[in-house]
Each structure stands twice: as C-alpha cells, then as structure tokens.
C-alpha cells in the first residue's frame, strides 16, 4: 500500500508562483510514475503533467507547457509541481496520483491509469 500526501496549495494572485509537493510512503517500487491532476469548479478532473521515477520521462498539458515544471527527488520519494505565471484559470483542487510498475507505453495522461490518490490541495488563483 501507498500513501501520499500533498502540501503547498494557498492563495497567490496572477503572476504569481506556488510549489506544490506530494511525498509518497510505504512499499514504492523502483518503475513508478507519478502525476498530478487538477479538478476545477464545475469541471471534470484533467491531466497537468506526469513524471516516471526510473526512465525520467516527463509529459505535461498543453494548458501548463512553459510554465510549471514537475520534478523528482528519489531518496525522498517525492515528486514537485512549481507552477510560475499563474493564471485564474488554474485555480483548482490539485491531486498527486501514483502508479506502480510503470511501462513505457502506459498512458500517463488518464486518470484511470493510477493506483493512489492524494488528498487534494486547493489552489485559489486571484486576478
């Protein structure tokens, strides 16, 4: 079983950058990938970007290229999302998702495809 638990959320205005982190515990495999989401008022939850533990590959939405980073530390098996240049639009519910025993080839960018879920951290964008 894993567990993860997400900090970082707040409020910031326009512009401006937050960092959110989601620290993983208990048995996690090597071949792990881990990703966030975001689930905005009123919306489905969406795919912000992904990123494996082994191979090192990243994806990221269209909607955040070139302007949030995701990023690893492995010892502490945690995984970041610093999100510069924010926008109103991303305000949101952001959820870290893990999946265990990634392939290449697994499609990162579906929600259905992980295991774990954090508990969701608010970020309130103001303009």
């Known amino acids: 079983q894993v567990q993860l638990v997400e900090s970082g959320g707040g409020l910031v205005q326009a512009g401006e950058s937050l960092k959110l982190s989601c620290a993983a515990s208990g048995r996690v495999f090597s071949t792990y990938a881990m990703g966030w989401f975001r689930r905005a008022p009123g919306k489905a939850r969406e795919f912000v970007a992904a990123?494996?533990?082994?191979?090192?590959?990243?994806y990221y939405a269209d909607s955040v290229k070139d302007r949030f980073t995701i990023s690893m530390h492995n010892a502490k098996r945690t995984v970041y999302l610093q999100m510069n240049s924010l926008k109103p639009e991303d305000t949101a519910v952001y959820f870290c998702a893990g999946k265990q025993g990634y392939e290449r080839g697994t499609i990162l960018e579906r929600k259905e495809t992980y295991e774990y879920w954090g508990q969701g951290s608010q970020v309130t964008v103001s303009s």
């Open positions: 990123i494996t533990w082994s191979a090192g590959d990243i």
